[in-house]
């Protein structure tokens, strides 16, 4: 069974920092491109950030530039997202996913976890 499991999640005061992780198991995917996306309370989905599957390319949204920075360790099958100079605009469901192209569209990822609520306070 194919998995994503998310964790890191948690309750921070504005400036502070998060580090979320992603581990993958039931088959490799070192090959695919990975990202993160998340959801706030009545937003739609937001894609964050994504990496291709060499780390070579990466994205992210302007609202998160300069502040998160997303990794992967393809031995270890799992992929992290440092979050640095948090906001309360950040705080949301952040939800990790993977598919065999690079993609920013968050309805193509062909996996997804469950996702791992992030909460900053003000």
């Known amino acids: 069974q194919v998995q994503l499991v998310e964790s890191g999640g948690g309750l921070v005061q504005a400036g502070g920092s998060l580090r979320l992780s992603c581990a993958a198991s039931?088959?490799?995917?070192?090959?695919?491109?990975m990202g993160w996306f998340r959801q706030a309370p009545g937003k739609g989905r937001e894609s964050v950030a994504a990496?291709?599957?060499?780390?070579?390319?990466?994205y992210y949204a302007d609202s998160v530039k300069g502040r998160f920075t997303i990794s992967r360790d393809n031995a270890r099958n799992t992929v992290s997202l440092q979050m640095n100079s948090l906001q309360p605009e950040d705080t949301a469901v952040y939800y990790c996913?993977?598919?065999?192209?690079?993609?920013?569209?968050?309805?193509?990822?062909?996996?997804r976890g469950q996702g791992t609520q992030v909460t900053v306070s003000s």
């Open positions: 996913a993977a598919d065999p192209e690079f993609t920013t569209a968050v309805g193509v990822y062909a996996y």
């Open positions: 039931g088959r490799t995917f070192a090959r695919d491109a």
């Open positions: 990496i291709s599957w060499s780390g070579r390319s990466t």
